[in-house]
């Protein structure tokens, strides 16, 4: 498939996990990546496997510094002229009580997390409009934006906010063609949650998840593929679970009515 041919999409934490799936799927159906990490090596690997070669990008950058977001849109802009997809997955998770959470790491969480999906979103269809590009935004959000997830008080803030800002930027952006939608993963095996998936949680979320597994990142990174293709371009600020039916399942685990 050629969803994409001639698009170019940029995909931030692009080295690992699901930005890591979700280059990859946009390179074998023809679209320029750039795929922007603050692990260089990482993001180089990533394309160096992609299947299908073209012209693609790395970039190195930190997206919680405004200053790498912008040098990686002038960078893309000047050697594509366009941009059509943002995908902002590049997120941190940092684990701690909520009475225990310094305000530095709060800030640091929301800063890489919330702030960054903030900016490029908002700088990048700035230069939508002005080129008339009816572009894509796929931002990726969480499960606990809608769960709480104890000891994770700043990384579950900062998804709910990614949500929140979602929806009004879509409304704002839509006049314009441009939609903004949401992915919301359930559990899924990335490099981020290899410490937390120890046997006992994964036979624990085998248990509860209907489909009894957890997800693997090309099934994130199709979600993402869907809302950022033209089969996608009557939806906007909405937010796709991607989670096995954990959120809608409100039974109990073993046990019958």
Same mark, same amino acid.
């Given at each position: 498939m050629t969803r994409f041919a001639g698009h170019t999409a940029i995909v /931030?934490?692009? =080295?690992?996990?699901?930005?890591?799936? !979700?280059? /990859?799927?946009?390179?074998?159906?023809?679209? %320029? +990546?750039?795929?922007? &990490?603050?692990?260089?090596?990482?993001?180089?690997?990533? +394309?160096? =496997?992609?299947?299908?070669?073209? &012209?693609?990008?790395?970039?190195?950058?930190?997206?919680?510094?405004?200053? &790498?977001? &912008? #040098? /990686?849109?002038?960078?893309t802009q000047e050697k594509y002229g366009r941009i059509d997809v943002v995908v902002n997955n590049a997120g941190i998770l940092r684990l701690a009580g909520a009475w225990e959470t310094p305000l530095d790491l709060f800030d640091l969480v929301l800063q890489t997390n919330l702030r960054s999906t903030f900016y490029l979103s908002t700088s990048v269809v700035r230069m939508m409009i002005e080129s008339g590009t009816t572009g894509r935004i796929v931002n990726v959000s969480s499960i606990h934006a809608v #769960?709480?997830?104890? %000891?994770?008080?700043?990384? /579950?803030? !900062?998804?709910?906010?990614?949500e929140g800002m979602s929806r009004t930027l879509a409304t704002e952006v839509a006049p314009h063609g441009i939609t903004v939608n949401c992915v919301r993963p359930g559990a899924t095996r990335t490099k981020l949650t290899e410490p937390i998936y120890t046997t006992e949680v994964l036979a624990a979320l085998d248990q509860r998840i209907p489909l009894k597994r957890i997800a693997e990142a090309h099934e994130i990174a199709a979600g993402i593929l869907f809302l950022a293709s033209d089969a996608a371009a009557y939806i906007t600020g909405t937010t796709l679970d991607i989670d096995g039916g954990y959120l809608m399942d409100g039974s109990l685990p073993q046990v019958r009515y």
């Open positions: /931030t934490g692009a =080295g690992a996990g699901i930005g890591r799936a !979700a280059a /990859t799927a946009f390179a074998s159906e023809g679209a %320029n +990546v750039v795929a922007v &990490d603050i692990d260089g090596s990482s993001a180089r690997d990533a +394309v160096a =496997g992609f299947a299908r070669s073209g &012209d693609h990008l790395v970039i190195e950058a930190d997206v919680s510094d405004p200053a &790498d977001i &912008d #040098r /990686t849109l002038a960078t #769960r709480s997830e104890p %000891n994770a008080i700043a990384y /579950t803030t !900062a998804k709910a906010g990614i």
